[in-house]
């Protein structure tokens, strides 16, 4: 069965660095999104991405925050300064099509950040 | 914001019982979702239930969509130790983008 797969699964990394977490999204998916969950809380929505472009983003996703297509497999989400307050596990997810009026999201296993 | 909030936070039962869990959400919605999560896993589709249907069943699962409240349940009949995860509500309106709540933690216990 077609899996979304991120990488790395685990990422430590010192306040104020850069982070690039990759994601891999269904082949024949064209919407793809970035959510975060802060250990025990809710998922939170940060970016969508279609057609080559940022189709919609919460408050969240500011200007720390970046997503690239850079080729026709790889979604990635860049944080240019690390804040303790990043550390969360970070949600790749992707869609067929809402056509249908439905949108039902596939996603990957999630990629941890901890911020020291 | 029209995102659930599922109740109750946690759940304990017995192999072989019930297990409900409930979202509510505050704006009229296209879509509701239920997902799954295992510890430290990505979510998991479920069901999906548009707003025009009230109730839909999928293997143990039946979900029901009251409109005129605001809310839905998720049921799981006869649950499996393998059951135990936390179950989120995902609602979309007019971008179709999935809004998650908090989630129900449920443990069943053999």
């Known amino acids: 069965e077609p899996e979304v797969t991120q990488t790395p699964s685990h990422q430590v990394t010192q306040m104020g660095q850069e982070v690039i977490l990759r994601c891999v999204p269904i082949s024949n998916h064209l919407y793809f999104y970035w959510y975060r969950q802060i250990l025990g809380q809710k998922v939170e929505f940060l970016v969508s991405?279609?057609?080559?472009?940022?189709?919609?983003k919460s408050e969240i996703f500011d200007d720390q925050f970046s997503v690239e297509r850079p080729d026709g497999s790889n979604f990635t989400l860049k944080i240019r300064s690390t804040k303790l307050e990043d550390s969360a596990m970070y949600f790749c997810a992707s869609s067929r099509d809402v056509s249908s009026g439905a949108n039902v999201l596939t996603f990957g296993a999630g990629s941890r950040l901890t911020v020291l | 914001s029209q995102q659930g909030e599922e109740d109750p936070q946690a759940l304990s039962i017995q192999e072989g019982e019930n297990a409900t869990m409930n979202c509510s959400y505050k704006t009229s919605i296209n879509n509701l979702q239920w997902y799954r999560q295992n510890s430290g896993r990505g979510l998991v589709h479920l069901i999906l239930i548009r707003s025009n249907e009230r109730e839909k069943h999928s293997g143990r699962l039946r979900v029901t969509l009251d409109t005129s409240k605001k809310s839905s349940s998720l049921l799981i009949t006869a649950s499996r130790a393998a059951d135990t995860a936390s179950y989120f509500c995902?609602?979309?309106?007019?971008?179709?983008?999935?809004?998650f709540g908090r989630g129900t933690s449920l443990i069943v216990h053999p």
């Open positions: 991405f279609y057609n080559n472009e940022i189709s919609e």
């Open positions: 995902a609602t979309d309106k007019g971008s179709y983008i999935p809004t």
